[in-house]
C-alpha cells in the first residue's frame, strides 16, 4: 500500500522536475540569444537599440523607481517612502493608501483606530516620517458638492 | 495584463500598475523557480493535490472568473467593482458581480465537514448542521435579492471619506438560492429576549491573527425572520463563487452588503445588539444627527446603517453615446429602495430644470431591483446629460447633489448620470 503512493507521489515529483529542467534549457538557450545578438558590430547596435528597450529587462530589485514611482507598490518616491512601504503595505496593498485622501489629523487617527483594532504596531519616530509623506503626496482634493462628468470616452451608438 | 487601478487623480497610475504587474509576475517566476529548487526535495511529502501558492494564478480576473474590464480598487484585500453599464442585466451574472472583502478570503474549504452552528444567549438549545442536513432538512427558496456595498459612491464625498473609493458598480442583483434563516432559527429555538442576530465565518483577519476576525456583522432579529432572508448555497443556479462565500452565504437583500456575510459556519442569537467587528466605531454607521462636512463625530453619536437608501443607475447606454439628430435615445437601467419599492421613474435632460417620468417594473419578488427604460428625444445637437432619479414608496427621491457627508462616506445615493452627444 505504501510503496505505490510512494511511487506515485516521486513520479509528480520527477515529472516537476522535467519541466524544470525544460524550463532551464529553454532560458539557457533564450539567454545565449541575447547575449550573442548584444555582441553583434556598431553599425548593428544603432537599429537594434530601439529594440531592446522593448524587451523587459530580468530585475530583481524589489524597490525599483521608476518615473518617479515606486513599481512594487505604486507609491510616489519621495521623502519617507520605505518607512510607508515597509509599515503600511504589509497588511494591506498600497492602493488603500494611495486611493485615500487624508489631512494630517485624519491620517493619524486612521494610524490610531489601525493599531488598536488592526495589530499595526507602534511606529516610534516613524510616525512623523509617514504621516508627513501622506499629507505631502497624498493631500485632499476639493471635489465641491458634485463633479463635473470626466474622463468620457466617446463613441458612435450603433441600434 | 489588464489589471487597472482607480485612476481617480492620476493618469500616470494606470500605466504604472501594467507595469508593476509585469514587474510581479517576473519576480514571482523567479521566486518559483527557486522555490521548487528545493521543495523538489520534500516532493513526496506533499499531499497529491497540493498547489503551492506560487503556482495560485495571481490574475484575479482568472482567478474570480470575472470580466477583465471590472475595476480593481485593492488586491490586498481583494476589492473589485463593475462598471454602470456592465450591469445591464437583470440577473447580474456572475462575471459583473463586485467582490467586497474586508479580509483574506479562506484558503481551505473542506466540504465534507463543514458545519454551521447556531449558538448565542438567545438560543433555547444550541445546534449545529452539516451542509447535507441544512440542504435536506429545509425548504429551499430562490429569491433575486439587491445587494449594495453600503460605501457604494464613496469616491465623490468631500472630504474625501475613508475606505475604498467606489463610484457607481458596487450593486448587484443575482438570484441566490438556499434555505430560509428564520427556518434555521426556529428548529434551534428562538429565546423571547432575542434582539439580534451575528454571524462569523472563515476569512482571516488581514494580519493573519487567528484571534482576529475581519468581519462579524448581523442584523436585528425582524430582518433575521424575513422571507427573503436567507442562508445561500448557490448564486445564479451554481454553487456561489469561493470569492462570493462558498459554501454558505447569509443574504439579507436591501441592506449594506456587508450583513450578507460569507464563508458562514456560525451564527448566534444574540440578547443585545451584536457587537462583532465592524459593527461599532465608524463602521458601517452615519451620525446619528446630521453634521457639516469634515466634522468630528465621537463614537456614542453614530446610529448603525439598516435599509439602504432609494437609487437608480442608468445601464444603457454606456456614457460616451453619440447619435445623429433626429435618432431617438433608448435608455434602460435599474431601481431599488432598499426595504421599501421604486414607485416612480424620472429622467431629465437639462440637469434638472424639467423631469419626465417613465414606466418602471414592479420588483419580481420583494427586495429585488426595479427595471426601467425610456424613449428619449434631444432637440438639437450638442452635449447632453441623462440623469436618472427614483422616488420610493414613501415619495423620497435621490437627490442631485451628495448626501449628507460621514465619516466613512456611505449611503451616497445622489442620480446617476450619462453623457450624450448628438452630431
Given at each position: 500500500?505504501k510503496?505505490?503512493?510512494?511511487?506515485?507521489?516521486?513520479r509528480g515529483?520527477?515529472?516537476?522536475?522535467?519541466?524544470?529542467?525544460?524550463?532551464?534549457?529553454?532560458?539557457?538557450?533564450?539567454?545565449?540569444?541575447?547575449?550573442?545578438?548584444d555582441?553583434?558590430?556598431?553599425?548593428?547596435n544603432?537599429?537594434?537599440?530601439?529594440?531592446?528597450t522593448?524587451?523587459?529587462?530580468?530585475?530583481?530589485?524589489p524597490?525599483?523607481i521608476?518615473?518617479?514611482?515606486?513599481?512594487?507598490?505604486?507609491?510616489?518616491?519621495?521623502?519617507g517612502?520605505?518607512?510607508?512601504?515597509?509599515n503600511?503595505?504589509?497588511?494591506?496593498?498600497?492602493q488603500?493608501?494611495?486611493?485615500?485622501?487624508?489631512?494630517r489629523?485624519?491620517?493619524?487617527?486612521?494610524?490610531?483606530?489601525?493599531?488598536?483594532?488592526?495589530n499595526?504596531?507602534g511606529?516610534?519616530?516613524?510616525?512623523?516620517?509617514?504621516?508627513?509623506?501622506?499629507?505631502?503626496?497624498?493631500?485632499p482634493?476639493n471635489?465641491?458638492?458634485?463633479?463635473?462628468?470626466s474622463?468620457?470616452?466617446w463613441?458612435?451608438?450603433?441600434? | 495584463?489588464q489589471?487597472?487601478?482607480?485612476?481617480?487623480?492620476?493618469?500616470?497610475?494606470?500605466?504604472?500598475?501594467v507595469e508593476?504587474?509585469?514587474?510581479?509576475s517576473?519576480?514571482l517566476?523567479?521566486?518559483?523557480?527557486?522555490?521548487l529548487?528545493?521543495?523538489?526535495?520534500?516532493?513526496?511529502?506533499?499531499?497529491?493535490?497540493?498547489?503551492?501558492?506560487?503556482?495560485q494564478d495571481p490574475?484575479?480576473?482568472k482567478m474570480?472568473?470575472?470580466?477583465p474590464?471590472?475595476?480593481?480598487?485593492?488586491?490586498?484585500?481583494?476589492?473589485?467593482?463593475?462598471?454602470?453599464?456592465?450591469?445591464d442585466?437583470?440577473i447580474?451574472?456572475?462575471k459583473?458581480?463586485?467582490?467586497?472583502?474586508?479580509?483574506i478570503?479562506p484558503?481551505?474549504?473542506?466540504?465534507?465537514?463543514w458545519?454551521?452552528?447556531i449558538?448565542?444567549?438567545?438560543v433555547?438549545?444550541?445546534?449545529?448542521y452539516?451542509?447535507?442536513?441544512?440542504?435536506?432538512?429545509?425548504?429551499?427558496?430562490?429569491?433575486?435579492l439587491?445587494?449594495?456595498?453600503?460605501?457604494?459612491?464613496r469616491?465623490e464625498?468631500?472630504p474625501?471619506?475613508?475606505?475604498?473609493?467606489?463610484?457607481v458598480?458596487?450593486v448587484?442583483?443575482?438570484?441566490?438560492?438556499g434555505?430560509r434563516?428564520?427556518d434555521?432559527?426556529?428548529?434551534?429555538?428562538?429565546?423571547k429576549?432575542?434582539?439580534?442576530?451575528?454571524?462569523?465565518?472563515?476569512?482571516?483577519?488581514?494580519?493573519?491573527?487567528?484571534g482576529?476576525?475581519?468581519?462579524?456583522?448581523?442584523?436585528?432579529?425582524?430582518?433575521?425572520?424575513?422571507?427573503?432572508?436567507l442562508?445561500?448555497y448557490?448564486?445564479?443556479?451554481?454553487?456561489?463563487?469561493?470569492?462570493?462565500?462558498?459554501p454558505?452565504?447569509?443574504v439579507?437583500g436591501?441592506?449594506?452588503?456587508?450583513?450578507?456575510g460569507?464563508?458562514?459556519?456560525?451564527?448566534?442569537?444574540?440578547?443585545?445588539?451584536?457587537?462583532?467587528?465592524k459593527?461599532?466605531?465608524s463602521?458601517?454607521r452615519?451620525?446619528?444627527?446630521?453634521?457639516?462636512?469634515?466634522e468630528?463625530v465621537?463614537?456614542?453619536?453614530m446610529?448603525?446603517?439598516?435599509s439602504?437608501p432609494?437609487?437608480?443607475?442608468?445601464t444603457?447606454?454606456k456614457s460616451?453615446?453619440?447619435?445623429?439628430?433626429?435618432?431617438?435615445?433608448?435608455i434602460?437601467g435599474h431601481?431599488?429602495?432598499?426595504?421599501?419599492?421604486?414607485?416612480?421613474?424620472?429622467?431629465s435632460?437639462?440637469?434638472?430644470?424639467?423631469?419626465?417620468?417613465?414606466?418602471v417594473e414592479?420588483?419580481?419578488?420583494?427586495?429585488?431591483?426595479q427595471h426601467?427604460?425610456?424613449d428619449?428625444?434631444l432637440?438639437?445637437?450638442?452635449?447632453?446629460e441623462?440623469w436618472?432619479?427614483?422616488?420610493d414608496?414613501?415619495?423620497?427621491?435621490?437627490p442631485?447633489?451628495?448626501?449628507?457627508?460621514?465619516?466613512?462616506?456611505?449611503?451616497?445615493?445622489?442620480?446617476h448620470?450619462?453623457?450624450?452627444?448628438?452630431?
Amino acid at each position: 500500500m505504501k510503496e505505490p503512493t510512494y511511487w506515485k507521489r516521486s513520479r509528480g515529483a520527477y515529472r516537476i522536475l522535467i519541466i524544470i529542467s525544460a524550463l532551464m534549457v529553454i532560458i539557457s538557450v533564450a539567454a545565449l540569444f541575447f547575449f550573442t545578438d548584444d555582441t553583434g558590430t556598431e553599425e548593428d547596435n544603432t537599429p537594434s537599440n530601439k529594440e531592446y528597450t522593448t524587451i523587459p529587462t530580468t530585475n530583481d530589485d524589489p524597490n525599483t523607481i521608476i518615473d518617479g514611482i515606486h513599481v512594487r507598490t505604486g507609491l510616489v518616491e519621495a521623502e519617507g517612502l520605505m518607512a510607508v512601504v515597509t509599515n503600511c503595505t504589509t497588511c494591506h496593498s498600497a492602493q488603500l493608501v494611495i486611493q485615500n485622501r487624508m489631512d494630517r489629523d485624519r491620517w493619524i487617527a486612521t494610524i490610531r483606530w489601525m493599531q488598536k483594532t488592526q495589530n499595526l504596531w507602534g511606529l516610534g519616530d516613524n510616525e512623523a516620517v509617514i504621516v508627513n509623506y501622506l499629507v505631502t503626496n497624498y493631500p485632499p482634493i476639493n471635489k465641491g458638492r458634485r463633479q463635473a462628468l470626466s474622463q468620457v470616452e466617446w463613441y458612435e451608438l450603433k441600434e | 495584463m489588464q489589471l487597472k487601478i482607480l485612476t481617480l487623480h492620476n493618469n500616470q497610475l494606470l500605466t504604472i500598475s501594467v507595469e508593476r504587474r509585469k514587474f510581479v509576475s517576473k519576480t514571482l517566476l523567479a521566486t518559483m523557480i527557486g522555490a521548487l529548487g528545493t521543495d523538489i526535495v520534500f516532493g513526496k511529502l506533499l499531499p497529491l493535490d497540493y498547489v503551492p501558492l506560487a503556482f495560485q494564478d495571481p490574475d484575479p480576473f482568472k482567478m474570480f472568473q470575472i470580466d477583465p474590464e471590472m475595476v480593481v480598487l485593492n488586491e490586498k484585500p481583494w476589492n473589485i467593482e463593475a462598471k454602470a453599464h456592465m450591469l445591464d442585466d437583470k440577473i447580474t451574472p456572475n462575471k459583473f458581480m463586485f467582490v467586497r472583502n474586508n479580509g483574506i478570503i479562506p484558503e481551505n474549504i473542506d466540504l465534507a465537514n463543514w458545519s454551521l452552528t447556531i449558538d448565542g444567549e438567545s438560543v433555547i438549545k444550541s445546534k449545529t448542521y452539516s451542509l447535507t442536513e441544512l440542504k435536506s432538512k429545509f425548504k429551499t427558496y430562490t429569491y433575486q435579492l439587491l445587494l449594495e456595498c453600503g460605501g457604494n459612491g464613496r469616491s465623490e464625498f468631500d472630504p474625501p471619506a475613508k475606505g475604498n473609493q467606489w463610484t457607481v458598480g458596487a450593486v448587484s442583483c443575482a438570484s441566490w438560492t438556499g434555505v430560509r434563516l428564520r427556518d434555521v432559527l426556529e428548529d434551534a429555538g428562538i429565546k423571547k429576549n432575542a434582539v439580534y442576530i451575528g454571524y462569523h465565518a472563515t476569512d482571516l483577519h488581514l494580519s493573519r491573527d487567528p484571534g482576529k476576525e475581519p468581519i462579524s456583522r448581523g442584523v436585528p432579529i425582524s430582518k433575521a425572520l424575513q422571507d427573503e432572508t436567507l442562508l445561500a448555497y448557490q448564486m445564479n443556479g451554481k454553487d456561489i463563487p469561493l470569492v462570493h462565500g462558498h459554501p454558505l452565504r447569509l443574504v439579507a437583500g436591501g441592506w449594506p452588503a456587508s450583513v450578507s456575510g460569507k464563508w458562514i459556519n456560525r451564527i448566534s442569537i444574540r440578547n443585545k445588539v451584536h457587537d462583532g467587528e465592524k459593527m461599532e466605531g465608524s463602521s458601517y454607521r452615519m451620525p446619528c444627527k446630521p453634521i457639516a462636512p469634515g466634522e468630528n463625530v465621537p463614537d456614542e453619536a453614530m446610529c448603525i446603517i439598516e435599509s439602504m437608501p432609494v437609487k437608480s443607475i442608468i445601464t444603457y447606454p454606456k456614457s460616451g453615446a453619440m447619435l445623429p439628430k433626429g435618432k431617438k435615445l433608448k435608455i434602460r437601467g435599474h431601481a431599488w429602495a432598499g426595504e421599501l419599492q421604486v414607485a416612480e421613474m424620472h429622467y431629465s435632460i437639462d440637469y434638472g430644470a424639467t423631469w419626465t417620468s417613465c414606466p418602471v417594473e414592479k420588483p419580481v419578488n420583494r427586495l429585488a431591483w426595479q427595471h426601467f427604460s425610456a424613449d428619449i428625444s434631444l432637440p438639437q445637437e450638442g452635449y447632453y446629460e441623462v440623469w436618472a432619479k427614483a422616488t420610493d414608496s414613501r415619495g423620497v427621491s435621490q437627490p442631485m447633489l451628495l448626501p449628507g457627508w460621514n465619516p466613512k462616506g456611505y449611503l451616497n445615493n445622489a442620480c446617476h448620470r450619462i453623457a450624450i452627444k448628438i452630431t
